[in-house]
């Protein structure tokens, strides 16, 4: 196997150090001048967090970040001229990478324009009130995304660890992918997707942390992307090569064998997740299923779901791949793996898709 005893790809240096204890600072960009003196109130009165600026549209926005900074950027989307979603990706690129929170009265229970906004970058959205009525559930919901966000991205500054990469067994051919993510996954799934050799044809399954409501617009997103015929995961379905299959909301994905086929058994219920679905009863299923022609890919996500999983899928002899910290929104799923040893090579999301297609497809000619 081609690089299957390099060590775990790191690099060091990419970001300055941030202290655990330094002020977040918090870019609000919205065109209503209420909204925006509501959300600075919010705002300022979570301790670690400060407003850097509150400007009315995406064009200052981006003047404003020609010469200062933001750790945290609140986006709405309904602006003139240009709205968030178009210049979410330039905010991106100007900001260095900040953290983008999308709150806008579009993105309520299930909407596309979340999943959109995800997929363009957004670490998370949150539905706008009505009315300019801020209720106190909504006040907390704010501010625990904020503490979150922050959260994850003093991890990107944290000192990379030491991590050897677990080499793994020689291959045989691949017959399953498995991919979990949660905060900032989706653009890391649609970087790895996009990516991935064609040839490569076993099918792919994920588990992405998402609401029931929006996962109807996740799975459309993911085939809408025109790479590989996308559905959600249907109880007794056969699993078939060049197909991806999506966990649904409200229950697990898990595998069963039988008369030579393999197809989905969904799983109301699996021991010690906070998650559903989660991404360890996936990962245990392929590595009963497919053992060391399965593969495991972890990306960007808070917590450490999926590293029961990818353990199981590890003594099976099966390669764990695993995002790196400076492209993570969050790495703390991917992390939670490398840190335990797990990985066989730490990448950005298209560098695990080149890595797969050099290893699996020289292997198999």
């Given amino acids: 196997m081609p690089g299957a005893g390099q060590r775990a790809t790191v690099r060091s240096g990419f970001h300055r150090p941030v202290p655990h204890d330094a002020v977040s600072r918090v870019l609000i960009v919205d065109d209503s001048l209420v909204t925006r003196s509501i959300i600075q109130r919010i705002v300022e009165s979570l301790p670690g967090f400060e407003v850097a600026a509150s400007v009315a549209s995406a064009g200052a926005a981006l003047e404003f970040l020609r010469d200062a900074s933001a750790d945290i950027i609140i986006l709405d989307i309904e602006m003139p001229d240009r709205n968030g979603l178009d210049a979410l990706p330039d905010l991106l690129e100007r900001s260095d990478q900040a953290c983008i929170l999308v709150l806008s009265s579009h993105c309520g229970d299930g909407a596309p324009a979340s999943i959109r906004a995800l997929a363009l970058g957004a670490s998370d959205t949150l539905p706008k009130p009505d009315r300019q009525f801020y209720s106190r559930e ?199 793996v490398a840190r335990a040893g797990l990985a066989s090579v730490i990448l950005p999301p298209a560098g695990i898709a080149r890595f797969i297609a050099d290893c699996w497809l020289e292997d198999a000619a």
């Fill in 138 to 336: 909504f006040v907390a919901a704010l501010h625990g995304r904020l503490q979150s966000l922050a959260d994850g991205r003093r991890t990107r500054h944290d000192p990379t660890p030491v991590v050897l990469a677990r080499p793994a067994a020689s291959l045989c051919p691949l017959q399953c992918i498995a991919i979990g993510s949660s905060t900032g996954g989706i653009p890391a799934i649609h970087q790895l997707l996009t990516a991935l050799d064609p040839r490569v044809d076993a099918p792919i399954l994920i588990t992405q942390h998402l609401p029931t409501e929006f996962m109807l617009h996740f799975v459309r997103h993911i085939d809408e992307l025109g790479l590989r015929p996308t559905s959600m995961a249907v109880q007794g379905a056969r699993l078939q090569r060049g197909h991806i299959y999506c966990a649904p909301g409200d229950a697990h994905l898990g595998l069963e064998r039988a008369d030579g086929h393999v197809r989905i058994d969904l799983l109301p219920d699996w021991p010690a997740t906070a998650y559903k679905p989660s991404v360890d009863p996936m990962m245990h299923a392929v590595a009963r299923c497919f053992g060391a022609s399965g593969a495991g890919v972890m990306l960007s996500g808070m917590g450490s779901d999926g590293l029961a999983g990818a353990r199981a899928l590890a003594e099976q002899g099966a390669p764990i791949y695993a995002q790196d910290i400076e492209t993570s929104t969050v790495w703390g799923m991917p992390g939670s």
